[in-house]
T-cell receptor
Framework: EAEVAQSPRYKITEKSQAVAFWCDPISGHATLYWYRQILGQGPELLVQFQDESVVDDSQLPKDRFSAERLKGVDSTLKIQPAELGDSAMYLC????WGAGNTIYFGEGSWLTVV | GESVGLHLPTLSVQEGDNSIINCAYSNSASDYFIWYKQESGKGPQFIIDIRSNMDKRQGQRVTVLLNKTVKHLSLQIAATQPGDSAVYFCAENIDQAGTALIFGKGTTLSVSS
């Protein structure tokens, strides 16, 4: 069964350092999402791509977060500089373009900022 | 703002019992709903979905019920097993291309044998 691949699975970084997460969606999925999940809460959308274009980044803290999907396939989410409050799981998800298509999630990247 | 919420943060059941996990939503424009299961340290796993033109949908051991009148969604798990122990999230969106899911806070299901 095809999966959404994410790396790294775990990352510990010092505050003020830069960190990056990578995601490879299910082949053929045009829509890619980055969500952040704080322990004990539901995932919250950070950014959504349709192919290489950003559809929604209204909740992305753009002063320190950036996301790109240059070729419309895999994607990178970067945080610079990292802050203590950024400690969370960063989830990538993908779906086919179109109404009501199932959104599949990767296993997530755990970030701990110390 | 409008969001999806769950009635109970935790639910404890015995193996073999039926489990019912509830969710209330507030966005009347939402017309597509999904239940996800999330095991510790893993990403959310799709369980079942339902569109607003339906009030019930069944899967393998799971049933989702939708009551649009009171904006209520429930997930029923038959013959609950220890492997069902996880956090369950309902999520909603507007059934059109380009919209993302909005998640509730989750219910932790604990199954004891």
């Amino acid at each position: 069964e095809a999966e959404v691949a994410q790396s790294p699975r775990y990352k510990i970084t010092e505050k003020s350092q830069a960190v990056a997460f990578w995601c490879d969606p299910i082949s053929g999925h045009a829509t890619l999402y980055w969500y952040r999940q704080i322990l004990g809460q539901g995932p919250e959308l950070l950014v959504q791509f349709q192919d290489e274009s950003v559809v929604d980044d209204s909740q992305l803290p753009k002063d320190r977060f950036s996301a790109e999907r240059l070729k419309g396939v895999d994607s990178t989410l970067k945080i610079q500089p990292a802050e203590l409050g950024d400690s969370a799981m960063y989830l990538c998800a993908s779906s086919s373009w179109g109404a009501g298509n199932t959104i599949y999630f990767g296993e997530g990247s755990w970030l701990t900022v110390v | 703002g409008e969001s999806v919420g769950l009635h109970l943060p935790t639910l404890s059941v015995q193996e073999g019992d039926n489990s019912i996990i509830n969710c209330a939503y507030s966005n009347s424009a939402s017309d597509y709903f999904i239940w996800y299961k999330q095991e510790s340290g893993k990403g959310p796993q799709f369980i079942i979905d339902i569109r607003s033109n339906m009030d019930k949908r069944q899967g393998q051991r799971v049933t989702v019920l939708l009551n649009k009148t009171v904006k209520h969604l429930s997930l029923q798990i038959a013959a609950t097993q220890p492997g069902d122990s996880a956090v369950y999230f309902c999520a909603e969106n507007i059934d059109q291309a380009g919209t993302a899911l909005i998640f509730g806070k989750g219910t932790t299901l604990s199954v004891s044998s």
